[in-house]
């Protein structure tokens, strides 16, 4: 396992009780002794991925408020953190599809944290973008690629990585986006589709997908995690460390698969009795038959790569719902 030398670092989390959020704060626990997380959620907030390591794990400071009130923020101040990882979202599943909401948690509540941290001299602040900033494209997305957002939460996302890219440029603040494109894997939200996929893979009951060729770009969380921690220790450790100044890096697989064959693909490897049924899943509004990320400049810059394939990855996933089916 390995470890990452963040001894003393003060890292905060907001959306630490999110899928990618959760999974972050797991791996610091794991694997950065020394390190001292803090994390902002919600005042309701679901801790159900998180609930055992706050329990049990001593030294992780909880704050708790709304992102969209700056005075929840204050105590973020005067904590000082040295490394912000930014997950707090709204508009990411279909059932949160208010204009009002995407545009007060993406905006405002992004506004609001770089307020607030203002005179804090911190090491890195990451900010976790979406893929759907850049909208339909026909050949693989590139981070220069003009953005064409396709949802309310696309576009306040896209609004907030320009603020925020803008604002690391005009302050000479150490801000860079990690644009984010399918990510899948253990802490999933239940509703989507890799664990509902699971479900079904254990009960050997039929699996839905779209009968058009709907395709998106998986990548493993737990190779995103390695993204975000791989740059933060190389830009505090010092060894290749980057200009952070409006990066943005897509983590991503390079490579696109349909939601139909992603079926195929688990039904063999865990050798389910499933049947894979046409036409009954519904396709999201912004679905699209052609998404793929172009990973090359991540590759280049920060070394990294989206090392888990499919099928170990759904392995992998369908072995943790296995065991964690009522979780």
């Not at 159900?48 to 709304?66: P, S, V």
């Not at 302050?171 to 479900?199: A, C, D, N, Q």
């Not at 921690?229 to 991503?252: D, K």
């Not at 998404?291 to 400049?297: I, K, M």
Request: charged residues 25%; contains cysteine; glycine residues 8%.
């Amino acid at each position: 396992m390995k470890k990452y030398d963040l001894s003393g670092k003060k890292i905060l989390i907001t959306g630490a009780s999110g899928f990618v959020g959760s999974v972050l704060l797991r791996r610091i626990v794991r694997e950065c002794p020394g390190a001292k997380p803090i994390i902002f959620l919600r005042n309701n907030a679901n801790f159900w991925r998180i609930k055992d390591i706050i329990n049990n794990i001593n030294g992780i400071k909880i704050i708790k408020g709304d992102i969209t009130e700056l005075n929840s923020l204050r105590p973020l101040a005067r904590i000082k953190p040295d490394v912000i990882f930014h997950f707090a979202a709204y508009g990411a599943y279909p059932h949160q599809n208010d204009l009002e909401g995407a545009f007060k948690t993406n905006v405002i509540g992004t506004v609001n944290l770089v307020r607030v941290l203002e005179k804090v001299n911190y090491k890195v602040f990451v900010n976790v973008g979406t893929s759907s900033e850049y909208g339909y494209k026909k050949s693989p997305m590139k981070e220069r690629d003009l953005l064409e957002p396709n949802s309310f939460y696309a576009a306040a996302k896209a609004s907030s990585t320009l603020l925020l890219q803008t604002y690391g440029k005009l302050t000479h603040r150490p801000i860079v986006t990690l644009r984010l494109f399918s990510v899948y894997g253990p802490y999933e939200e239940k509703t989507r589709f890799i664990p509902t996929l699971m479900r079904n893979l254990i009960k050997g009951t039929d699996i839905s997908v779209p009968s058009r060729p709907y395709k998106r770009d998986f990548v493993y969380v737990d190779d995103v995690v390695d993204a975000f921690l791989r740059l933060i220790v190389s830009n505090i450790v010092g060894y290749e460390a980057v200009n952070l100044r409006g990066r943005i890096y897509n983590v991503c697989s390079g490579v696109q698969t349909s939601i139909a064959e992603a079926a195929r693909i688990a039904v063999r490897v865990t050798g389910s009795r499933s049947r894979i049924i046409k036409g009954a899943y519904p396709g999201r509004p912004w679905d699209s038959a052609y998404w793929v990320g172009d990973p090359v400049y991540t590759r280049k810059v920060l070394g990294w790569r989206a090392k888990t394939g499919l099928e170990e990855g759904i392995l992998k996933t369908f072995r943790w719902n296995k065991e964690n089916f009522h979780v």
